[in-house]
T-cell receptor
C-alpha cells in the first residue's frame, strides 16, 4: 500500500542555518506533491506545490525538490528564523486522485535563537 | 476574507450523545473534506465531497456521517460518539481540480467521555 514517511518527529536547528526536511513515498508515483505548515492547534496552511516534471521550486526562503527516481521530496528553509518553528507536512495525492490527499505525519521544526 | 469556518472549536460530550460539527467555506469551492488528526497518526481523511449531494468515504469513515446539501456547508455528524473518536478534527476545501491547495479550518477539538 502507499506509504509516506517524513524524517524524524523533531528537528532542532540554530537560527540562520538551513533546515532540510525529508518526505519519502513508496509504492506509487504521485504527479505532484504539496507542502503545508501547521502551527499548534491550528489547521495546516499551504506553502508550495511541486510537479513531477519540476526538479525544484522556490518561494522566498523556501525551496522544494522532487526526485521521482529516489521517490523523495526535500523541503529547505534557508536563513531559518524562530518564527519558522512549526510542523511541516508533505501531502501527495494518493493513487485515487487529488480527492484523497494523503498527509505525512509531519516533521516538527524548532529554530533556536 | 476567504476562510473555512468550523464550529465549535472545543466540544466535550458523553458516549452516545449525537453531535454535529459544522463547516462552512466562503470561497465557492466544490470540494470539501473532513480529517481527523491524532498523535503519531497524522491527518486521516474521514469523508470528502466533490460537489453538492456528492460524498464519498475517506480512509476512516466508520462512525461518521456527512451531508452536502449546499455548496458552502459540509457538516460532520457523529450519531453515537465513542471515546475512540476523541480527536482534533479539520474541515478543508479546495477548487475541484488537480493541484489545488487545500484551505483548512482552525479545527474542532472533540473529547468523548
Amino acid at each position: 500500500s502507499q506509504k509516506i514517511e517524513q524524517n524524524s518527529e523533531a528537528l532542532n536547528i540554530q537560527e540562520g542555518k538551513t533546515a532540510t526536511l525529508t518526505c519519502n513515498y513508496t509504492n506509487y508515483s504521485p504527479a505532484y506533491l504539496q507542502w503545508y505548515r501547521q502551527d499548534p492547534g491550528r489547521g495546516p496552511v499551504f506553502l508550495l506545490l511541486i510537479r513531477e516534471n519540476e526538479k525544484e521550486k522556490r518561494k522566498e526562503r523556501l525551496k522544494v525538490t522532487f526526485d521521482t527516481t529516489l521517490k523523495q521530496s526535500l523541503f529547505h528553509i534557508t536563513a531559518s528564523q524562530p518564527a519558522d518553528s512549526a510542523t511541516y507536512l508533505c501531502a501527495p495525492p494518493n493513487s485515487g486522485g487529488y480527492q484523497k490527499v494523503t498527509f505525512g505525519t509531519g516533521t516538527k521544526l524548532q529554530v533556536i535563537p | 476574507e476567504a476562510q473555512v469556518t468550523q464550529n465549535p472549536r472545543y466540544l466535550i460530550t458523553v458516549t452516545g450523545k449525537k453531535l454535529t460539527v459544522t463547516c462552512s467555506q466562503n470561497m465557492n469551492h466544490e470540494y470539501m473534506s473532513w480529517y481527523r488528526q491524532d498523535p503519531g497518526l497524522g491527518l486521516r481523511q474521514i469523508y470528502y465531497s466533490m460537489n453538492v449531494e456528492v460524498t464519498d468515504k475517506g480512509d476512516v469513515p466508520e462512525g461518521y456521517k456527512v451531508s452536502r446539501k449546499e455548496k458552502r456547508n459540509f457538516p460532520l455528524i457523529l450519531e453515537s460518539p465513542s471515546p475512540n473518536q476523541t480527536s482534533l478534527y479539520f474541515c478543508a476545501s479546495s477548487r475541484r481540480q488537480d493541484n489545488s491547495p487545500l484551505h483548512f479550518g482552525n479545527g474542532t477539538r472533540l473529547t468523548v467521555t
